[in-house]
């Protein structure tokens, strides 16, 4: 009798590649940075249920793709997909990969889209801060100062839309945050558990691999 779920997991499994010092993701800047430290100090295996979780966004993101694409949707262009985004700031390059650019008709402006998600939007009143800096990261170097952040639902494609304003402040922090990371990592000092000193950012810890570190201030 065939096993499936071996076979996904089997599908899904991939070799543990240690991140680089020196090399950020955007969407690492609204992250713990004691995770964020961690998380290339002590490099771990993406766990079987993390990997399905990603996986799944991945092909919501194709279905939104098809929908922002369609004839069905006059209103909108989708202009450009998995957009390239590669930004080098002295000894440090963040990179990584903008969703989605569109072109609302209505007012023939351009838009940088993020899509995220979620398994329900019961609580999702708000775009997370760490999403918002991400995409403040992307509108002020590729100069487009509209953006929108999409949360899709996994098991009803219910959504929720949030437009967010170019913040030149939040892109500064969203940069300063990788540049701190960079610093800590390259004199080896342990920032502060920021996630667990912030009401709005401890719901990380419950996810996060490296909780004992953590507590022991490893």
Same mark, same amino acid.
């Given at each position: ?33 004691? #995770? ?5 100090? &002590?490099?771990? =295996?993406? !766990?079987?249920?993390l990997s399905k979780i %990603? $996986?799944?966004?991945n092909l919501l ?81 590729? #100069? ?5 952040? &999409?949360?899709? =639902?996994? !098991? ?5 839309? %949030? $437009? ?55």
């Amino acid at each position: 009798m065939i096993n499936f779920d071996t076979l996904i997991s089997n599908y899904l499994k991939k070799e543990l590649r240690p991140k680089q010092i020196g090399k950020y993701f955007p969407s690492e800047t609204g992250s713990c940075l004691r #995770k964020l430290y961690y998380s290339y100090k &002590i490099p771990r =295996e993406i !766990n079987q249920e993390l990997s399905k979780i %990603f $996986e799944m966004g991945n092909l919501l993101h194709d279905f939104v793709n098809k929908v922002l694409n369609s004839s069905k949707n006059p209103d909108i262009q989708l202009i450009d997909t998995e957009v390239p985004f590669k930004l080098e700031l002295n000894d440090i390059i963040i990179s990584g990969r903008i969703d989605n650019i569109v072109k609302l008709n209505i007012n023939e402006k351009l838009y940088l889209v993020e899509i995220k998600s979620t398994s329900s939007l019961q609580y999702t009143e708000k775009p997370s801060l760490s999403h918002i800096l991400q995409l403040q990261l992307y509108m002020h170097f590729k #100069k487009i100062h509209n953006g929108l952040i &999409i949360y899709l =639902e996994k !098991n009803s494609l219910k959504s929720k839309t %949030f $437009e967010v304003n170019y913040d030149e402040e939040q892109a500064k922090l969203a940069i300063d945050r990788l540049v701190k990371t960079h610093s800590n990592l390259t004199t080896n000092v342990l920032p502060e558990p920021e996630a667990k000193l912030d009401e709005e950012l401890i719901w990380q810890c419950k996810f996060c691999d490296y909780q004992d570190e953590c507590e022991n201030n490893v």
